[in-house]
């Protein structure tokens, strides 16, 4: 499988959202890991997905 930017941006993203998304709920740092790490990997296998896609489409 072909790891490209648009997975990796989307790990990022889903990293920083879930970060905030703890922080708004008041969470200390652990809260904050967890949830980066989860919507990290959330939005990382929804990315992988869309490439799938993608190059199936295109190719």
Same mark, same amino acid.
């Given at each position: 499988m072909i790891? #490209?930017?648009v997975v990796v941006g989307a790990v990022l993203l889903?990293?920083?959202?879930?970060a905030l @998304?703890? @922080?708004k709920r008041g969470g200390?740092?652990?809260?904050? !890991?967890?949830y980066g790490a989860v919507l990290a990997i959330f939005f990382?296998? !929804?990315a992988v997905?869309? #490439?799938v896609m993608?190059?199936?489409?295109?190719?």
């Open positions: 790891i #490209n930017e889903g990293a920083i959202l879930g @998304k703890a @922080k200390n740092l652990a809260d904050r !890991l967890q990382g296998i !929804l997905f869309a #490439n993608i190059y199936r489409v295109v190719l």
